[in-house]
């Protein structure tokens, strides 16, 4: 069973910075996606970034210019760097890490960010 482990989550004041990541316990093979969610009190999780296997990257509306995904390859480790946070980015970042057989992919267990104002 592969388990997703997450860090780098935690406490910063608005405009702070913060790098997430993420990597599996064991070696998964034929990874394709791999991405960061997130889920806000009483929201709908939502997609935040996600990197496909050739490098191309998609982005939420709402952090573009202040997030930046990235990945290791060799490691399966991906990394979500935060940059001038907001108090509306506060939520519970999950990372997911999708193979060519698997769409639904394997899923962190979540890492708590907060910005406070």
């Known amino acids: 069973q592969v388990q997703l482990v997450e860090s780098g989550g935690g406490l910063v004041q608005a405009g702070g910075s913060l790098r997430l990541s993420c990597a599996p316990s064991r070696t998964i093979s034929s990874v394709n996606v791999m991405g960061w969610y997130r889920q806000a009190p009483g929201k709908q999780r939502e997609l935040v970034a996600d990197i496909r296997s050739g490098g191309t990257t998609n982005y939420a509306n709402s952090v573009k210019g202040r997030f930046t995904i990235s990945r290791d390859n060799a490691r399966n480790t991906v990394y979500l760097q935060m940059n001038s946070l907001k108090p509306e980015d506060t939520a519970v970042y999950y990372c997911?890490?999708?193979?060519?057989?698997?769409?639904?992919?394997?899923w962190g267990q979540g890492t708590q960010v907060t910005v406070s104002s």
């Open positions: 997911n890490i999708k193979t060519t057989a698997w769409s639904i992919g394997y």
